[in-house]
């Protein structure tokens, strides 16, 4: 019986990897056609300053609009497209989009800083900074207004390079925040070698903030450390005024979450800017 209980897992989880396959190699295909029929469109989420809570910037979120499948969520594809490198159209599309509406709000009287989530092939790319580059050019952005959003697991393939290539964007007057932080595994050591400005807690700690105690105080350690090393603090995923209140008494520099804003379309942005820039 035992056998038999063993074979039956082992063809579950063969069926199991077949359909994720499918699965994966259907995404792909359709990741193609995306591209090719403009399928992606940006959201865009607030960040705040965490005492006043005034709007400093936007983080950008793809969101694919499949014609049948409707919504497919970033955590969905974004894996795949990283797989099939079909990440590097998609990134240069999300970069240059980005730019050119932040320019446009700008325009508008509202400057906000725009966070761009980059992915570790589009960072990879050799000719990466002249991208960033060129999307500023193009949009006329100006580069205080540009802020790219790296995972913290990008450091660990070529840790010499990364810091080079950090250093360069960091040079064009683009800031960079440490993404995820808390999933991975970073050390110390890293925190304080990596020239980022700001680092974003992983919403993963900032929910059990009040079931975990461990984790609200991992919070307060990962503020006190990142102000010793003059680096600012974003919490995400903030979803209740309780979470709001903890790390404005902890010090955090700004939230990102549903209990401000989720994230928005340019239009719902819009009007939330002509209202003023508080929550
Ligand atoms: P991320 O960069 O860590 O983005 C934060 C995610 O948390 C977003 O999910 C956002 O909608 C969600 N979120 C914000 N506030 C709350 C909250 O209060 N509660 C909860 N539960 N969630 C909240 P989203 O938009 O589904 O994106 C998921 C991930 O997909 C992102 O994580 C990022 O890694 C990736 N992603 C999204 N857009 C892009 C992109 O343009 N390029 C790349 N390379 N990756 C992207
Ligand atoms: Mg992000
Ligand atoms: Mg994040
Ligand atoms: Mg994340």
């Given amino acids: 019986a035992a056998k038999e209980k063993g074979r039956n897992t082992y063809e579950f989880f063969s069926k199991r990897l077949e359909e994720k396959n499918e699965r994966k190699a259907w995404i792909g295909t359709q990741l193609r056609k995306a591209i090719e029929f403009n399928e992606f469109e940006l959201h865009f989420q607030p960040k705040h300053n965490v005492q006043s809570k005034v709007i400093l910037g936007v983080e950008a979120l793809i969101r694919w609009q499949h014609p049948e499948m409707g919504i497919i969520s970033p955590d969905q594809f974004i894996p795949v497209a990283e797989e099939t490198r079909l990440i590097l159209p998609i990134g240069e599309w999300v970069l240059r989009t980005a730019c050119k509406q932040a320019k446009q709000w700008s325009n508008q009287g509202h400057s906000l800083v725009i966070s761009v989530n980059v992915s570790v092939q ?14 500023l050019a193009e949009s006329g952005l100006s580069p205080e207004f540009l802020n790219l959003e790296i995972t913290e ?4 393939f070529d840790f010499d390079t990364v810091i080079v290539k950090l250093n360069q964007i960091k040079s064009l007057g683009v800031t960079i925040s440490l993404d995820d932080f808390g999933t991975g595994y ?3 050591s890293y925190l ?3 020239p980022f400005d700001y680092v974003k807690i992983d919403k993963s700690f900032v929910k059990h903030i009040h079931t975990h105690s461990v984790h609200s105080s991992i ?3 990962v503020i006190s450390i ?9 919490a995400e995923g903030v979803e209740c005024e309780e979470t709001l209140h903890f790390l404005q008494e902890s010090g955090c520099d ?12 340019s239009v719902q942005m819009e009007k939330l800017l002509q209202l003023g820039r508080y929550s």
Avoid: C, W
Wanted: hydrophobic share 40%; aromatic share 10%.
């Fill in 226 to 234: 990142a102000h010793t090393l003059n680096r600012k603090v974003v």
């Fill in 186 to 188: 970073s050390s110390l």
């Fill in 254 to 265: 700004e939230v990102q979450g549903f209990y401000l804003h989720p994230p928005l379309t």
């Fill in 219 to 221: 919070i307060q350690s």
């Fill in 192 to 194: 304080s070698e990596i």
């Fill in 122 to 135: 589009q960072f990879l790319q050799e000719d990466f900074v002249t991208r960033v580059q060129y999307a």
């Fill in 153 to 156: 697991s990008l450091p660990m």
